[in-house]
Nanobody, 121 residues
Framework: QVQLVESGGGLVQPGGSLRLSCAAS????????MGWYRQAPGKQRELVAV???????NYADSVKGRFTISRDNAKNTVYLQMNSLKPEDTAVYYC???????????????WGQGTQVTVSS
């Protein structure tokens, strides 16, 4: 089994910062892409940022220049540094990890439990 544990959400004022973390553990052979998604009330889940095993990154246009995704391969952990937060960033944030549980087994996606981020004065 694979477990993803998220942390770092909370309430912050507009213009503030938060750092999300997501640690993967369990039966892991190789981690490929790691990413963050978010879902606001009444909206579909959307990609926020993704980082490949090689370190390439991709961001949603709405967060470019404000959010930074990074990963620590030794700790099987992905981070999302969120700066200059806006009320429209309010959502539940989910980490996503694409991995192989063993050699020869196709990769699949695993999801964290979600962490609430609220940006409000």
């Amino acid at each position: 089994q694979v477990q993803l544990v998220e942390s770092g959400g909370g309430l912050v004022q507009p213009g503030g910062s938060l750092r999300l973390s997501c640690a993967a553990s369990g039966r892991i052979f190789r981690i490929n892409a790691m990413g963050w998604y978010r879902q606001a009330p009444g909206k579909q889940r959307e990609l926020v940022a993704v980082i490949t095993s090689g370190g390439s990154t991709n961001y949603a246009d709405s967060v470019k220049g404000r959010f930074t995704i990074s990963r620590d391969n030794a700790k099987n952990t992905v981070y999302l540094q969120m700066n200059s937060l806006k009320p429209e960033d309010t959502a539940v944030y989910y980490c996503n990890v694409r991995l192989n549980v063993q050699f020869g087994v196709p990769q699949r996606d695993y999801w964290g439990q979600g962490t609430q981020v609220t940006v409000s004065s």
